[in-house]
């Protein structure tokens, strides 16, 4: 179980809470990718609140409940909470740092051993979860080392522990929001009103996925329709007819969890075969499952329920047809954008997506931008701003593999300490 400040183990925590409950649902994705070992008890009517908890009314509940292992009980807490809890929310040690490191995914965490083992005055950032998109997956298997495969969260959770061994200080729950470049420093505006500076920052936020779109998304939102790869959610779907969106790793990898688990799996994918976008150990495990169906040339094109997601509606994109279908799980597992609101009002360049620009691809005629104030050109991994680099699937052209973020995020280090030998 995870603790970003110390590598202690916990016992279990218990969350009651009713189905369909878009808050229980946040908490057990939180619970689940911060590696903490947790009991779902689902509380459907009087009884069950007698029986579980001692209380006779469920209407009079502030549901979900929280137990942690010492009996302390929150009553529909904040994820904040929850983390406060648990001990993982904590001030900035330091005014200023050699390094900030926004993001928390395989990039920001690599960042984060190396620069904290080679003795940089260090912080990671991370807004959400430790692990970033990798802590959603239920089974990393091309990551060297882990032949039998690796839970995003287990890989996730041995890298924060590495890097608190070294030193790291993990500020959790924490979103950068606005950076300002003055006198060789980045400070960065925090969205719970604090600042951050330091001496050079990597980004490493990352890409989060892409919206439907479709006109009662909010509605079915965590009731039934869900953004990931829901690797908490699995255990939850026996006897269900599950459909997940997207062609590729993510979704695949959704499928074939999900297919333990659940009666039936159907993947919707936008094209036309799956060798385009999918691995290809992927594809032979997806062809050898028996309750996987694949529907090519297919997108979702409505949501229909009451309270809750009962039925999706396809459509071919070839022949326009649509057809409806009853399902209460739809998950969503399609291309990334990435997270760089925060570099909005900089000298930061990035691309019409919003991918940060890097090293070489920034020069034009051989020349770096205007703003550029130093003599040199940007390293490998720098942005247009000196001292600020970025690292994994949020940098322009990189490679969307935990691999490639984690190799980027050693990286821009080495780039740091370059960089912070010229401005001492
Ligand atoms: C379900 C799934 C399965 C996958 N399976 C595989 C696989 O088997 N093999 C493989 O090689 N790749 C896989 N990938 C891809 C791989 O996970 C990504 O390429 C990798 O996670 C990218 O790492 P990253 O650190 O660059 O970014 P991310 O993992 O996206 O992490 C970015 C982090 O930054 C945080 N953040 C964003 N904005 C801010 C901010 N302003 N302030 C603070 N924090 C912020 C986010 O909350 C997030 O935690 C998978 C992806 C998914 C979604």
């Given at each position: 179980m995870a603790n970003p400040s110390s590598s202690s183990p916990q016992r279990t925590v218990k969350l009651y809470g009713q189905p369909n409950s878009p808050a229980a649902y946040e908490i057990r994705d939180f619970l689940s990718r911060s590696v903490v070992e947790f009991l779902w008890v689902e509380l459907t009517c009087d009884e069950d609140c007698q029986s579980q908890?001692?209380?006779?009314?469920?209407?009079e509940l502030r549901l979900p409940i929280v137990e942690f292992p010492d009996g302390h009980q929150l009553f529909s807490p904040t994820i904040q909470e929850i983390a406060q809890r648990l001990g993982w929310v904590s001030q900035p040690?330091?005014?200023?740092?050699d390094l900030s490191i926004y993001g928390a995914g395989p990039a920001g965490l690599s960042a984060a051993v190396y620069a904290a083992s080679e003795g940089l005055r260090t912080v990671l950032v991370e807004?959400?979860?430790?692990?970033?998109?990798?802590?959603?997956?239920?089974?990393?298997?091309?990551?060297?080392?882990f032949p039998e495969g690796i839970s995003g969260a287990d890989l996730a959770e041995r890298a924060r522990q590495q890097a608190v061994k070294f030193g790291i200080e993990v500020l959790l729950l924490?979103?950068?929001v606005k950076a300002r470049f003055d006198n060789n420093r980045i400070y960065v505006d925090m969205a719970d009103g604090n600042k951050m500076i330091a001496r050079a920052n990597i980004c490493a936020t990352g890409v989060e996925y892409r919206r439907l779109?479709?006109?009662?998304e909010g509605k079915f939102l965590n009731r039934g329709l869900f953004y990931g790869a829901g690797a908490s959610e699995a255990p939850m779907c026996e006897d269900e007819h599950v459909y997940v969106v997207g062609g590729g790793n993510s979704a695949g990898q959704a499928a074939m969890y999900f297919s333990q688990y659940a009666k039936q799996v159907t993947m919707l994918v936008?094209?036309?075969?799956?060798a385009a976008s999918l691995s290809d150990y992927l594809i032979k495990k997806i062809t050898a499952t028996d309750n996987i169906k694949v529907l090519f040339n297919s997108k979702v094109t409505d949501l229909m329920g009451e309270s809750a997601l009962k039925q999706i509606e396809i459509t071919d994109n070839k022949t326009d047809t649509t057809q409806q279908v009853k399902t209460q799980k739809l998950f969503i597992c399609i291309g990334g954008l990435p997270?760089?609101?925060?570099?909005?009002?900089?000298h930061i360049i990035r691309d019409k997506s919003g991918y940060l620009i890097t090293g070489s691809e920034l020069l034009k005629k051989g020349r770096p931008p205007a703003t550029w104030t130093l003599d040199r050109e940007p390293f490998?991994?720098?942005?247009?701003?000196?001292?600020s680099f970025a690292a994994g699937?949020?940098?322009?052209?990189?490679?969307?593999?935990v691999a490639s973020a984690v190799g980027e995020g050693a990286m821009a280090v080495t780039f740091v300490h370059k960089y912070l030998g010229e401005t001492q």
């Amino acid at each position: 179980m995870a603790n970003p400040s110390s590598s202690s183990p916990q016992r279990t925590v218990k969350l009651y809470g009713q189905p369909n409950s878009p808050a229980a649902y946040e908490i057990r994705d939180f619970l689940s990718r911060s590696v903490v070992e947790f009991l779902w008890v689902e509380l459907t009517c009087d009884e069950d609140c007698q029986s579980q908890l001692g209380l006779p009314v469920l209407s009079e509940l502030r549901l979900p409940i929280v137990e942690f292992p010492d009996g302390h009980q929150l009553f529909s807490p904040t994820i904040q909470e929850i983390a406060q809890r648990l001990g993982w929310v904590s001030q900035p040690k330091f005014k200023e740092y050699d390094l900030s490191i926004y993001g928390a995914g395989p990039a920001g965490l690599s960042a984060a051993v190396y620069a904290a083992s080679e003795g940089l005055r260090t912080v990671l950032v991370e807004r959400q979860a430790i692990g970033g998109q990798a802590g959603t997956s239920s089974l990393i298997e091309n990551y060297m080392g882990f032949p039998e495969g690796i839970s995003g969260a287990d890989l996730a959770e041995r890298a924060r522990q590495q890097a608190v061994k070294f030193g790291i200080e993990v500020l959790l729950l924490r979103e950068g929001v606005k950076a300002r470049f003055d006198n060789n420093r980045i400070y960065v505006d925090m969205a719970d009103g604090n600042k951050m500076i330091a001496r050079a920052n990597i980004c490493a936020t990352g890409v989060e996925y892409r919206r439907l779109n479709l006109p009662d998304e909010g509605k079915f939102l965590n009731r039934g329709l869900f953004y990931g790869a829901g690797a908490s959610e699995a255990p939850m779907c026996e006897d269900e007819h599950v459909y997940v969106v997207g062609g590729g790793n993510s979704a695949g990898q959704a499928a074939m969890y999900f297919s333990q688990y659940a009666k039936q799996v159907t993947m919707l994918v936008r094209g036309s075969n799956l060798a385009a976008s999918l691995s290809d150990y992927l594809i032979k495990k997806i062809t050898a499952t028996d309750n996987i169906k694949v529907l090519f040339n297919s997108k979702v094109t409505d949501l229909m329920g009451e309270s809750a997601l009962k039925q999706i509606e396809i459509t071919d994109n070839k022949t326009d047809t649509t057809q409806q279908v009853k399902t209460q799980k739809l998950f969503i597992c399609i291309g990334g954008l990435p997270n760089t609101d925060w570099a909005k009002d900089t000298h930061i360049i990035r691309d019409k997506s919003g991918y940060l620009i890097t090293g070489s691809e920034l020069l034009k005629k051989g020349r770096p931008p205007a703003t550029w104030t130093l003599d040199r050109e940007p390293f490998y991994l720098e942005t247009s701003v000196p001292g600020s680099f970025a690292a994994g699937d949020v940098r322009r052209g990189s490679v969307k593999r935990v691999a490639s973020a984690v190799g980027e995020g050693a990286m821009a280090v080495t780039f740091v300490h370059k960089y912070l030998g010229e401005t001492q």
